[in-house]
Every structure is written in C-alpha cells, then in structure tokens.
C-alpha cells in the first residue's frame, strides 16, 4: 500500500509538472503571438498644400488664400501644438530613425509665385515655422530676367528663392523645369501617344535641368519631386527613383502614415487649402 501511494504520488507530481509547463509554454506562445500580430504603428503626417497667397481674390479660385487666412492657420496649429517640419526631417524619420515632434505638419507652396515670397514667407519668419516650396523653375528663370515684382502673377527670382532658402525656414523642391500645363500634356504625364522610352527620356530631361538650374541659382540638390496637378504616371517612378529622389508629393488628398519602409515616402498625399473657410472648420474637416 506504502509502494503502490508513493507511485500514486510520483505520478501525480509529474502531471501537475507537465500542466504547469504546459501553461507556462502556453502563456508565453499567446504573448509571442500578440506581439507578432500587432499592427505596425505609424506617425500620422497631414501635408497641406497651398499655392497663391493675396489679400484680394476677385477671380474667387479655390487656388488663392488670402495672408489673413494663412496667418490665422499658423497660429491655429500653434494653439493645437502642431510642429511644422520638412521633407527633409520627414525623410530622416523614415530612413534613420530620427525622432519626429509629437504632432508632425508639413505645409507646401506649389509653383513658388513672388506673393508667396510677400505674404507667406515674413508669417512663417515671425511665428517660427517652416514651409517648403516647390518652384516652377522656367517661371523662375524668366522672372529673373524681367518683369518681377508683380504680385499676381509674377514667380519668385533666383535671388528671391535663394533668400528665402537660406533663411532657414524654407525649403526648396522640384516641381519640374516645365512641365506645368494642362494642355496636350497634363503635368508630367505620359501622353497616349509616346512610348515609354520617349516619356522617360522627356521627363530625365525636363528634371535634370531643373535639379541644374536650381543647384546653379539657388546652391541646393533637391531630393523631393512634387507632381504638378498631382498628374502621376507609373511609368515615372524609375525615372524619379534613378535620379536621387527620396520622396514624391501628389496632390490626393490623404493622411499620410509614415513608418521607417522607405516606401510610404512615395505618393505622399496633400490636403489643398481653400478660401472661405475657418482654420478651426478646415483642419477639423481634414484631420478626421
């Protein structure tokens, strides 16, 4: 009886060893599994995109916001702590691990008119925040020639890109030499009726001399190409990628998630900011 209740005992103690190791292994496979199932998190990245700043709008274009607004928007996003950044912190963040603030907001200038230079440039100086601007660079070249200073249609001189560059709160991006126009060709599509290797021999060419022209006038080497229209074809991409682009801008209006793959620096999406409505209602409207 004394045998036969120690190998009762034996045996038990051996079961609840087992049980124990079971659920100790359970345990920690579940929490292995949790971990590896758990979705990558991401910095969400709102870009806004403006274009023509004047304090008069009688063509009523979606495409002009007025100094006023533009003030009232800078303090909007200092009030909700926003941090303005560039691409270039952006970029650092992806590929290098380089901490973003807490509330990370890129803001664009599309086409680089002179008024940008009057109204947009002296606001984000005075409330310390930074703007990236994207050029048209054959708009540059001529309003560097003559007939600058025009604040309704004239585009920023080489001197006046050059200033605002070396500032410190501007940074300057390719959005093509010129390719700028919605007839015949839309931005820097591929037209129906070229080839790929015509489009892309095209398009190396239009980039190339605005990576030139820029580095010539301005002393800077882009990394960032903004899609005019938001126009992209598939067909660019080798183009782009070939020539050092690290990132490109569209014009889909999308918050980004930026994670350290070096893809989602491509197709960034932009919010286009509107006249006629309140910084409290549009960036409400847009963060959702």
Known sequence: MFFIGKVHRGILAACLAVAAGLLIWGASHTAAVAVQEQPVKGVNLPVIMYHSILPYNTSRSKYIVSPKTLENDLVYLQQQHFTTVTMQDVIAYVKDGT???????????????????????????????????????????????????????????????????????????????????????????????????????????????????????????????????????????????????????????????????????????RFLRPPGESSAAYFSRIMK
């Open 99 to 269: 901490e973003l603030p807490e509330k990370p907001i890129l803001i664009t200038f599309d086409d680089g008119y002179y008024n940008n230079y009057v109204y947009a440039y002296p606001l984000f100086k005075k409330y310390n925040m930074k703007m990236m601007l994207s050029p048209i660079v054959h708009f540059s070249e001529l309003f560097s020639e003559k007939d600058g200073g025009h604040k309704t249609y004239s585009h920023a001189t080489w001197d006046q890109l050059s200033e605002m560059q070396q500032s410190g709160v501007v940074e300057i991006e390719n959005h093509t030499y010129n390719l700028h126009s919605q007839k015949g060709r839309l931005g820097a599509k591929k037209l129906k009726t070229e080839n790929t290797q015509e489009y892309q021999v095209m398009l190396r060419k239009d980039l190339q001399k605005a990576q030139s022209m820029i580095k010539e006038h301005v002393g800077v080497d882009m990394n960032v190409f903004v899609y005019p229209f938001g126009a992209v074809s598939p067909e660019a991409l080798p183009v782009i990628r070939s020539l050092g682009f690290e990132a490109t801008l569209t014009c889909e209006a999308k918050m980004n998630v930026l994670t350290h793959s070096e893809n989602c620096l491509i197709g960034l999406g």
